[in-house]
């Protein structure tokens, strides 16, 4: 097994600051019961710093931004890291800094992947570090890494700035005897145990975790208890380290509050383009697509307002799904200002192998300029604005067809699907067949009609009560329109259906 622990110490700051443009000298510090837990480093740059009082902090910096600790968005952002892991490794863990009560109460949240079954898929080690490196950076996201044969070994190591040094240049894991050397060189202090234990460590004069494990287990067991003795193991690898397994939901979420609002809706462009990349770099590694995105203007307690993007087929191209984002916010006109932007997909879908085709090979067809062209029109006019046909099983020409919710191209038949009748059928149907008058064996309608093709005979509905039994002609009318007509073989009176262009 091969562990990365990926901690995030600063997530309570990034949770609410993430959405700040890079180079924003704005100071912020984040608080928790009247005292600062983490600042940016623009706020660092005026001595302010965690454990610092609130009133302390705003006589350092009178320009200091304050945001009280937010878990909720904490949390969120948290499994949003933990979806974004699972497209390099189907075994991820998140854990809160909330699960780490009993524990350091400096605990960051952190993320556990175990990655032994996904290097040759992924080039390797050192390629797939370097791209983890790469994405979170990108995300705005502070991390320190740790490698290891167990979870507790990886969160341990993550702490040791050797292991992190080495780690940051190596190409292949670690043997056995480097893991036992680091963990046995660590100090005693980054042991993943209470303060009262790391106290009691200290003062019994162990300050090394070697020191500890040149101890016997039972005398170990007797000073500091069971629980001990088995972290001990999972550390060592000689026991399982079982973690609880992370279970994406079908669907996509991502949020950046804004620690100042935005009143413009041109504005939102920037933080949105970050959230769709982030989404299109999701998508493509677990195989799935949406067919709509779902943005949430978020205005505090004045409410929140959807915005909703309408695809027509799978789309991977941020700078295309930012125009269509474009096109819908500029219909927007913003009441208030803007406290969060959250981008929401649900119901995600596999891709299947037709659809990889034409999204991959078909870049210039005609078919994929129908499909940016709908969904321009939607973006521009609103999905509402918008409709397609669509076929029904039913022989009765009125009921063969629905209107359907939003337009589908489709370049081949995939799967099972309903054909239309191979014969002559009239542009333009009525919605209901209206009657034709009978005289003298003779049918009027725009004067004298003359039939010249059929019967065609549908009968359908024969099990129910109402059975519909029609013979179907093309008639001429006094002035040359083509019509379609039919007698109903029960009454035996005609009907007009629809007319030819």
Known sequence: ?????????????????????????????????????????????????????????????????????????????LQQLAQWAYGFTPVVSPRSAEQSKGQHDSNPACLYLELSGSLKALGGLAPLLQQLNKELHKMRITHVMGLGHSPSAAHLLSQLPEHRQWLAQTKSAPTPQQWRQWISFAPSKLLDCSNKAIAKLYASGIKRVSQLLAIPLSEVGNRFGRNFIDYLARLNGTHP???PSYEPPP??????????????????????????????????????????????????????????????????????LIALTRLQLERVELQEPVQALTL????????????????????????????????????????????????????????????????????????????????????WLLPRPHPIQQRNHKLFYDGEMQL????????????????????????????????????DLTSEDWYLHGVYG
């Open 241 to 243: 380290d079982p973690v």
């Open 1 to 77: 097994m091969l562990w990365l622990c990926i901690q995030l110490p600063k997530l309570p700051l990034e949770a609410l600051a993430r959405a700040h443009r890079a180079g924003d000298s704005t100071p912020l510090a984040i608080s928790q019961n009247n005292l600062i837990i983490e600042a940016n480093g623009a706020a660092r740059g005026h001595s302010i710093e965690p454990g610092l009082s609130i009133a302390t902090a705003c006589a350092y910096c009178a320009e200091l931004q304050m945001l009280e600790r937010d878990r909720e968005r904490e949390e969120q952002l």
């Open 344 to 427: 929401n997909c649900h119901q995600l879908r596999p891709l299947e192998a037709q659809t990889l085709r034409e999204d991959f090979f078909d870049e210039g067809s005609k078919l994929h300029e129908g499909y940016q062209l709908i969904d321009k029109l939607k973006a521009r006019l609103g999905h509402e604005a918008l409709s397609g046909v669509t076929l029904k099983e039913s022989y009765l020409p009125e009921q063969a067809w629905a209107s359907a919710d939003s337009l589908t191209l489709q370049s081949k038949a995939q799967g099972h699907q309903l054909n239309p009748v191979n014969a002559p059928r009239p542009s």
């Open 251 to 320: 669907e996509f979420h991502s949020e950046l509050f804004f620690p100042s609002p935005l009143d413009n809706s041109e504005q939102l462009l920037f933080p949105a383009g970050r959230l769709v990349r982030e989404l299109c770099r999701q998508l493509q590694r677990r195989q799935l697509y949406s067919t709509q995105l779902c943005w949430v203007l978020d205005f505090g307690s004045r409410g929140s307002r959807e915005v909703k993007v309408e695809l027509s087929r799978p789309l991977f191209d941020p700078q295309r």
């Open 452 to 487: 010249l093709q059929g019967p065609e005979r549908i009968d359908g509905y024969w099990w129910q009560h109402h059975r519909h039994a029609r013979d179907y002609y093309i008639a001429r009318g006094g002035q040359g329109s083509l019509y379609w007509v039919f007698q």
